[in-house]
């Protein structure tokens, strides 16, 4: 079982900046798509951003030229640097990742546990 941690949410004024990451807590054969998810109380979760293993990248219109989405392969990371935060950001976000944990096995797909940002106006 492939768990990804997250870590870096948190309270910010809205202007702030957070940066999230999302590491894969065990050792794995490989990883392709990463991305990033948000879900506000009582609505469905919203797609943000997307990195495939070879590095192409999409963002949804909602955060487009804001938030950047990356990936360290060596660390088995990928982040999400979120600047100029409005309140409507507020949201619990998720790591999402299609995980081959070793030669052999399929890719399956996994969720972090999600990290509450916070953005006051």
């Known amino acids: 079982q492939v768990h990804l941690v997250e870590s870096g949410g948190g309270l910010v004024q809205a202007g702030g900046s957070l940066r999230l990451s999302c590491a894969a807590s065990?050792?794995?054969?490989?990883?392709?798509?990463m991305g990033w998810y948000r879900q506000v109380p009582g609505k469905q979760r919203e797609w943000c951003a997307l990195i495939t293993s070879g590095g192409t990248i999409t963002y949804a219109d909602s955060v487009k030229g804001r938030f950047t989405i990356y990936r360290d392969n060596a660390k088995n990371t990928v982040y999400l640097q979120m600047n100029s935060l409005k309140p409507e950001d507020t949201a619990v976000y998720y790591c999402n990742a299609d995980v081959r944990s070793s030669v052999g096995l399929p890719t399956r797909n996994y969720w972090g546990q999600g990290t509450q940002v916070t953005v006051s106006s």
């Open positions: 065990e050792i794995i054969f490989s990883i392709n798509a």
